[in-house]
């Protein structure tokens, strides 16, 4: 799985923050364990965005693809915007997971 990251209205060490809390394991082992079992292929895409007037966070993780997973998040703290969202992310995994696994919705793959 392969992670690609965009920004908008953000500064650099935000930027920097948000590629190295995604480069640790801890983020995205759960995320990768599932993909990767569904669609190695698969690439993560993190778009951040900052609201200037707001002074908050607005995180969004997409999953394109065969799947087509989009989650989206917003936060006055950047670091709960993006747990937030990768939780959700999960969550939406897990139910694809589960479905692929037993069968639900009659389709064979």
Not at 8 to 36: H, M, P, T
Not at 55 to 64: D, H, P, Q, R
């Amino acid at each position: 799985m392969q992670t690609n990251f965009s920004f908008k209205n953000c500064l650099e060490r935000e930027k920097a923050f948000v590629e190295n809390y995604f480069s640790k394991d801890v983020k995205l082992g759960k995320i990768q364990g599932i993909v990767n079992r569904l669609n190695a292929d698969e690439t993560l895409e993190v778009r951040v965005e900052k609201f200037v007037k707001k002074s908050a966070y607005k995180v969004s993780l997409i999953l394109g693809k065969p799947m087509n997973l989009f989650v989206s998040e917003d936060d006055h703290t950047l670091q709960e915007a993006i747990d937030l969202s990768k939780d959700k992310l999960l969550e939406r995994l897990r139910k694809v997971w589960a479905k692929k696994k037993y069968n639900i919705g009659g389709h064979e793959n």
